[in-house]
């Protein structure tokens, strides 16, 4: 009979430990609002003295002991309606930084039981993640998506007929401070550059880090574009002071892109690209610049974007074409090869040399692609010529990544049956530089299965002796610009001596570009070219045409 007696016991003394020891505060007021039931833990929690703890405590006399203000947020939710149920959580802002949260039950006769919980924790880790989510971690700077907002809140104060700056920024030579003295030296840079921003802004404006060196400031409350040209002209100088990292001093400097709202767009989109055109244009005139957004780069950016297109769609629509310009043995006047070069019979604009698109080529990596085929197409058409004739390729910087020329090349050698011997790749001095060690391995490789490698435009830029000493090239081709100088520059002549006797002695042959008239031709061959090539012998030609010329030196063959 003991049995059922003990299980309300049981229940109560359960409650009871549950009361005293629950983790949370816990009360009871009745409708009059006036304290039924408080555990230990809500007087701990508010601080309360033994004195309001007692049942028949008003509520407002414990609301009037406490030290803290319930939140913004807290007090803009509604009330219950009397006499109705239901749950409300409210929170707490305490003067010593404590955060609490109550949960509160309405019941229908008015009275309510509440929980109260110490939620600082939370709070604090939920304030961590959100600083996280709206900063750069390395230079505590708001980060893109926090720029992004802010902007669109300032904007809208654009519409009450405020202007604003936004200046776009981006460091220049970072990335040669980031390959050779680190990532841990390039991020102390980034650190010193956010601060050097820093202090060149006023504590209104706002500086964000939105890439791996880019930066924004965004102005506000100033007289424009005076304001953001000030801005703009301190902080390049501030960031042309040499910066010290790692114990080695380096020296970065800064491109600048300013749109202005509501002139030059008024949503954050609209005047990011804006300033990301003037950016763009800022870094092309020359580092250390600053531009203002113009209506007209837009127009350029379309033309850039339409070409872009356009040259996506040129391989497959068969747009490309090989020229062909002789290389021709000084000695004899033979031709000993011909050089494929690159021209796009685009369906508006017509025919395009290869200067007005091989960048955008480059930069958008469609070089690989349209290379593949410039050295499918050159290798089967050599096939056709006389066996002592050589085909040159020229190569871009691009397709030395990922293995692609070593690829390309020995699938078109096998693909058309090309000896190896007969192709020659022409590599630039600066795609060399781009990253020599990939390049050269590239080089090495091509070079062991017997494809010759020429320099192109040797002499053209400072490393090429150095890079003679680093990898043996069978041919250097000098440079168009010191055949043009050779009636006007004493130099040019001794120049060319000079690097026609330095191949002779490490055997290399070289070759005079662009030579156009027969004094040219006298002169280099004089100092000791042994290969010319130019307007003088032949302008590039087309495949049909090399064929007509097969033809008539080599009747007998069909
Ligand atoms: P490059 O390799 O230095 O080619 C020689 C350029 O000089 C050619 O211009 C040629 O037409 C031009 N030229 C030849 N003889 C004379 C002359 O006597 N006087 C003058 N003033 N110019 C002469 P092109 O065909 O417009 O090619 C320009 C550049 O485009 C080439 O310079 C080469 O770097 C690049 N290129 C051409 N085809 C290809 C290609 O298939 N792939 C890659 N990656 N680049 C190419
Ligand atoms: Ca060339
Ligand atoms: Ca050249």
Redesign the pocket.
Known sequence: MGRPASVPQAEALALRLAFEKLPHGLCVFDGDDRLLLVNPRYAHIWGLPAALTRPGTPFADIMQATRGQETEASRGQPKPAPGSTGTRRREWQMEDGRSIEITVTHRADGSCVALHQDVTEQRHAQARIAHLAWHDALTGLPNRSRLRDELEALLGRTARGEVLALLLLDLDRFKPVNDTLGHAAGDALLRQVALRLRGCVRETDIVARIGGDEFAIVQWGATQPAAASTLARRVIEALAAPHVVAGHTVHVGVSVGVAIAPFDGQDPEVLQRHADLALFRAKADGRGTLRFFEPGMDAEARHRHDMEADLRRALERGEFE??Y?PQVELRDQQVCGL????RWNHPRLGRI???AF?TLAEETGL?VPI?RW?LMQACRQACTWPADWRVA????AV?FRQGALLRDVTHALLASGLPPQRLEV?V?EASLLVDPDLALDALGALRSQGVRVAM??FGSGRSSLRLLRRFSFDRL?LD?SFVNDLGRDGAALALIRTVASMGQSLGISTTA????TAAQMAAVMQEGCIVG????FS??LTASAVQDFVQALHPKNT
């Open positions: 090989l020229f310009q050089e494929a070069l690159l040399a290869p200067d091989m070089i290379g410039v390729v020229n190569v871009s397709q022409e630039t192109d435009d081709k168009r570009e662009g030579v156009e090539q130019g307007w003088h302008r590039p």
